[in-house]
């Protein structure tokens, strides 16, 4: 079982330097878990007990495809209405306490490293039902529909029960488990969790296509976005627009992990 960074929040006292690696350019952005407190939380209508870090949303110069917000859910808070927007499919990941999913009058019980796809149009609750707080990541994107294609299905998938699929001609140090197949065309977006030993790299500059959002789940790296290199740790956001370089070294002594959301499998727009 892994460690998952835990809910942020709190503040800081005024004797404590203010955060140096906050970074938000052109082609990247730094949100590192220093300033995820509890001033920067937004509130959403239909939810109870629940607040919301809001890490990505689509805007001119940032994200274009997605929303990322890191949710903190009280005992028996939750929603019975949580998306209002038809369009809009979710991916939601557990880092703490228990949550339960309802999905078309089904029943789905998420712990700590449990993974969910909830389809556009879907009817689906979302119910803290234990006695601490709950934490977890939701992604939201417009699905993308396809002629030719029917709509992707539902998933429920942990990371305890994914396969991770080891990089070739890197001895198991960088790795990937999948929590929707790559080969399904019927999804338009990925989201998976990557995975560094101690030492293992990303050994070349990536420069491609689909834009990117990275939250670290665990350990520590160097981290390079575009031309410069940053350090890293569990707890902190990156986001990385289309054909931005990226590169890494994981440090040590623990793995180094994080959630990554990335838009696939559809036609390049041709117009903005």
């Known amino acids: 079982?892994?460690?998952?960074?835990?809910?942020?929040?709190?503040?800081?006292?005024?004797?404590?330097?203010?955060?140096?690696?906050?970074?938000?350019?052109?082609?990247?952005?730094?949100?590192?878990?220093?300033?995820?407190?509890d001033i920067v939380t937004?509130?959403?209508?239909?939810?109870?007990?629940?607040?919301?870090?809001?890490?990505?949303?689509?805007?001119?110069?940032?994200?274009?495809?997605f929303s990322h917000y890191?949710?903190?859910v009280a005992p028996g808070g939750g929603s019975d209405k949580p998306e209002?927007?038809?369009?809009?499919?979710?991916?939601?990941?557990?880092?703490?306490?228990?949550?339960?999913?309802?999905?078309?009058?089904?029943?789905?019980?998420?712990?700590?490293?449990?993974?969910?796809?909830?389809?556009?149009?879907?009817?689906?609750?979302?119910?803290n039902t234990g006695e601490q707080q709950a934490g977890f990541h939701w992604v939201r994107k417009a699905?993308?529909?396809?002629?030719?294609?029917?709509?992707?299905?539902?998933?429920?998938?942990?990371d305890a029960s994914t396969t991770p699929n080891v990089m070739p001609d890197t001895n198991g140090a960088w790795a990937t488990s999948r929590f929707i197949d790559p080969d399904d065309l019927r999804y338009d977006f990925h989201m998976t969790i990557v995975t560094f030993q101690p030492g293992g790299s990303i050994p070349f500059e990536e420069t491609h296509v689909m834009e990117h959002g990275l939250f670290v789940l665990q350990g520590k790296a160097v981290y390079k976005l575009n031309t410069n290199w940053h350090e890293v740790e569990a707890g902190d956001f990156m986001w990385l627009r289309a054909f931005c370089p990226q590169a890494c070294y994981a440090g040590g002594p623990e793995p180094f992990r994080y959630l990554l959301y990335k838009d696939v499998n559809r036609h390049m727009p041709l117009s903005l």
């Open 42 to 65: 937004s509130f959403i209508p239909h939810w109870q007990g629940a607040r919301f870090w809001v890490l990505a949303r689509p805007m001119t110069g940032f994200s274009e495809t």
């Open 143 to 158: 699905y993308q529909a396809l002629e030719g294609l029917e709509a992707p299905p539902a998933i429920i998938s942990s």
């Open 70 to 72: 890191l949710c903190d």
């Open 1 to 37: 079982m892994s460690d998952y960074h835990p809910i942020p929040g709190g503040h800081p006292g005024q004797q404590e330097l203010m955060t140096n690696r906050a970074c938000f350019t052109e082609a990247y952005a730094l949100i590192p878990k220093g300033v995820m407190r």
């Open 84 to 127: 209002t927007d038809n369009t809009a499919q979710t991916a939601l990941f557990v880092t703490e306490g228990q949550l339960l999913l309802t999905l078309e009058g089904k029943e789905h019980q998420l712990e700590a490293g449990g993974f969910a796809f909830v389809p556009a149009g879907s009817r689906w609750t979302l119910r």
